[in-house]
């Protein structure tokens, strides 16, 4: 069986009534760097393919202190944005140009790991997303969205449409590290974002990419580093907190054993540039 049918919606109702029309069977497509492979393989036979290219979702814009990312929106334009270095940096490290040009900043909430070097970046950055379906519309945190391996609580009959993103006031860190320098899958992803009141850390993020079932926030590790100046101390207890806490896997980039040793050496280089004085991304 091959597909029999593509659909290209022109607006954003269109493309929810055609889901809600066709049902869980119809496969939602947006840029089809992921999906389009499994077809050609032979891995994924859908009937029916949706594609979300025309169909209004692809704007990104600054509102106040958000940055509004279209689910469409490809990963090259996440590159032309100054509102969130962290995202510039996270969408440098994914993929190649011609990928970039094609691949989506909300297909890359779906792509399975090693995948999805913006969505660590996303999570860190306490993003949250916007699904839509004829029934209406709900916002949840994106750390809530991402549910296990390959899924989510996108539900059959909804689109994911928006994915809104604090715009942080403090500087932050953003690491992958490859078997390559460039267009490489991620051994371990690291974004990290602090916040400081008087010489002290009040809050802090960390995401952690390529060890686990999907972008994993590393809490542990987040609260060791509250109330502390981020000293040496701190940064090492966060890193093996990381390193113990993450759920790394053996794969033909990396062993599970070195994942997990990367991680917490890169959460530690990580937060290195985020100490005061430290010249990080962002600064
Ligand atoms: C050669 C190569 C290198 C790559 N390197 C990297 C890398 O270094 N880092 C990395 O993170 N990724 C990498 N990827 C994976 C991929 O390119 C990106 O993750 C990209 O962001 C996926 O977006 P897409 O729009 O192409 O997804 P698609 O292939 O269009 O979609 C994949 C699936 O996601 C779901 N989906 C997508 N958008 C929506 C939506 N709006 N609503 C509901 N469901 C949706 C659908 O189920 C769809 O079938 C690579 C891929 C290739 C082919």
């Known amino acids: 069986?091959?597909?029999?049918?593509?659909?290209?919606?022109?607006?954003?109702?269109?493309?929810?009534?055609?889901?809600?029309?066709?049902?869980?069977?119809?496969?939602?497509?947006?840029?089809?760097?992921?999906?389009?492979?499994?077809?050609?393989?032979?891995?994924?036979?859908?009937?029916?393919?949706?594609?979300?290219?025309?169909?209004?979702?692809?704007?990104?814009?600054?509102?106040?202190?958000?940055l509004r990312i279209g689910a469409t929106a490809t990963l090259t334009q996440l590159l032309d944005q100054d509102a969130v270095p962290m995202l510039r940096e996270a969408a440098r490290n994914t993929a190649s140009w011609s990928i970039r040009n094609m691949g989506t900043v909300g297909g890359n909430l779906f792509t399975p790991p090693p995948g999805g070097d913006v969505a660590v970046a996303l999570l860190a950055l306490d993003a949250r997303v916007t699904l839509a379906s004829t029934r209406g519309e709900r916002v949840l945190p994106l750390a809530d969205f991402l549910t296990g391996f390959m899924s989510t609580e996108l539900a059959a009959d909804e689109l994911l449409v928006e994915i809104s993103v604090p715009i942080p006031g403090e500087p932050t860190a953003y690491l992958k590290l490859g078997r390559k320098h460039a267009s490489t899958p991620s051994v371990v992803t690291v974004a990290a974002r602090l916040e400081w009141r008087g010489g002290r850390v009040t809050d802090a993020r960390i995401a952690l990419g390529a060890v686990g079932p999907h972008p994993i926030r590393a809490r542990e590790a987040e609260q060791l580093l509250v109330g502390t100046r981020l000293d040496a101390d701190a940064i090492a207890a966060a890193a093996v907190a990381a390193a113990q806490g993450c759920e790394p896997f053996t794969d033909g980039i990396a062993t599970d054993w070195y994942r997990r040793r990367m991680a917490g050496l890169f959460v530690g280089r990580a937060l290195e540039q985020l100490t005061p004085g430290a010249a990080g991304e962002g600064r």
Do not use: F, K, Q
């Open 1 to 66: 069986m091959t597909v029999r049918t593509y659909l290209l919606p022109r607006s954003r109702p269109e493309a929810l009534g055609l889901l809600d029309e066709h049902g869980p069977e119809l496969l939602v497509m947006a840029g089809g760097t992921v999906a389009m492979p499994l077809i050609n393989e032979g891995i994924s036979l859908p009937e029916a393919v949706m594609g979300l290219r025309l169909a209004g979702l692809g704007g990104l814009e600054r509102a106040g202190d958000e």
